[in-house]
């Protein structure tokens, strides 16, 4: 799997999140947003991070959407730091009790989106209608 994490991470765009990663493997991609790799992509991510070969990046530096993205570290340049006006564990602390309370609703798809700066995977929501 860590080569294919690899292969994926050398191609174009250079920066992915999680659950682009793991859907680009044909594996399930997790979460209430959507946004989350397989367990087993998961803890291979993390591995590679751990040993600098890739870095996290809690926002995209191209397009601004936060969420964390992994990108090779010899990618890495200074147009990748700085802070996300909010970060994706941000996001998601925000938006989980709005989705719990029902005021918020989620398609049940999970959709792939590729940008030119970056690929990641999210469930479509929106605000849930008023009861009239």
Do not use: K, N
């Amino acid at each position: 799997m860590r080569d294919e994490i690899l292969t994926v991470l050398s191609g174009t765009p250079d920066r992915w999140t999680p659950g682009a990663v793991s859907w680009s493997l044909g594996r399930p991609v997790l979460g209430v947003l959507g946004q989350d790799a397989d367990p087993d992509v998961a803890e291979a991510l993390t591995h590679l991070a751990a040993e600098g070969i890739l870095a996290e990046l809690p926002a995209c530096p191209g397009c601004g959407t936060p969420g964390t993205l992994y990108i090779l570290s010899e990618r890495l340049s200074d147009e990748h730091t700085g802070r996300p006006p909010m970060s994706g564990v941000e996001i998601d602390e925000t938006m989980e009790p709005l989705i719990a309370e029902g005021l918020i609703e989620l398609s049940e798809i999970v959709e792939f989106d590729q940008r030119d700066c970056c690929a990641r995977t999210a469930r479509a929501w929106r605000r849930a209608p008023r009861p009239s």
